[in-house]
């Protein structure tokens, strides 16, 4: 039964009200670069999300995306994770760390054309009165036999309103060409 | 509007398939979200791009089971699997395929599945994907075991970016 262009429209199409999930920002790179920055994000929103398909300059398959939050960089923040591997399933913790990490994704030995997908929340972004909930779900699906699956959720230590948001590989490595971060805001 | 509902149906008539066609590409990232109903037999919904059933597609799953948690790999499959599995027509799953960049012809497409059922052999799952081909996603078809029944429902919709 396919459904060619039209039918939607011929079905009713219901429409949502003035945008309530709204695309702020976009950066697709054309040049390597060491990390993106969303800043100066708008307080009109109640939750933010960040949809990203990412390679990184990493000589292995895989490698991590991390985030920080207002441009904190100390180690304020708290990090627990639920992976999988192909083979088994693991969940690991960590405190007092400099960044939250938002899972895995390709790195520059994975196959020439894969790039890593990630979602990743943060609710209540603009709330004054509680720590700022990061939640990601990821992955590196990059060679026919190295694959990976995150669940991944972080926090950082402070009530303030979130304005910037930095992302960004390990030290010493880069996000590749070809890498797209949009930031969306959701109203509530 | 950046989250577009582009085609929407609920299945009027028992169909083995459910095909999208004629994609815009005006969007970055497409959402399909599917509640599928047994018919006969067990259900779920397994997606192929471009009418691509070649041993293309690789994935990764984690599931738990209530009891166990579990991580498999397949390197070559020749659909993106919904996992999720209705094995009787009380039985409600739900799935959502999300598809990155499906209209860029520099890189593989990655899809993220999350999906839940409430039968026996309930699972929750989520998995990432990988559709080993740089062509622009135009059109996407679901199958299943069987057919779907009356009031299955499958909307695509579309993200800008």
């Not at chain 2, 095909?19 to 497409?30: K, V």
């Not at chain 2, 497409?109 to 081909?133: E, F, M, Q, Y």
């Amino acid at each position: 039964m396919p459904l060619g262009l039209g039918f939607f429209a011929a079905a009713g199409a219901a429409t949502s009200a003035a945008e309530d999930f709204e695309l702020i920002q976009t950066t697709a790179l054309s040049s390597a670069i060491s990390s993106i920055e969303f800043a100066s994000i708008p307080q009109t929103y109640k939750h933010l999300q960040i949809r990203c398909v990412v390679r990184t300059s990493s000589g292995t398959s895989s490698s991590s995306i991390f985030l920080r939050l207002n441009s904190v960089t100390s180690a304020v923040y708290a990090n627990h994770n639920l992976t999988g591997n192909g083979t088994s399933v693991t969940s690991t913790a960590a405190t007092a760390v400099a960044n939250i990490h938002c899972g895995f994704t390709a790195g520059n030995a994975a196959n020439a054309s894969a790039f890593g997908p990630a979602v990743v929340d943060i609710i209540d972004y603009t709330s004054t009165t509680k720590r700022k909930t990061v939640r990601s779900l990821a992955g590196a699906n990059v060679l026919d036999n190295a694959m990976q699956v995150d669940f991944r959720s972080g926090i950082n230590a402070a009530n303030d309103a979130i304005s910037t948001i930095t992302m960004f590989p390990p030290s010493g490595l880069t996000f590749s060409t070809g890498s797209r971060f949009s930031l969306y805001g959701l109203r509530g | 509007m950046s989250y577009t509902a582009i085609y929407s149906q609920t299945v009027g008539t028992a169909t083995a398939t459910v095909e999208f066609t004629s994609i815009p590409d005006t969007y970055r990232d497409l959402v399909l979200v599917c509640s599928p109903i047994q018919s006969t037999g067990s259900q779920t919904v397994n997606i192929r791009f471009n009418s691509d059933a070649n041993t293309n597609y690789r994935e990764v799953i984690m599931f738990g089971d209530g009891t166990t948690t579990t991580s498999q790999l397949a390197a070559a499959r020749s659909s993106v699997l919904g996992q999720a599995t209705a094995n009787a027509s009380t039985d409600r799953i739900n799935l959502a395929f999300q598809i990155f960049d499906y209209a860029q012809t520099d890189k593989h497409k990655s899809v993220i599945v999350r999906s839940s059922s409430v039968s026996s052999g309930s699972l929750v799952n989520a998995s990432v994907n990988r559709w080993a081909n740089t062509a622009a996603i135009t059109s996407i078809t679901c199958t299943g075991f069987g057919n779907y029944a009356v009031g299955s429902t499958f909307a695509l919709y579309g993200i800008l970016a």
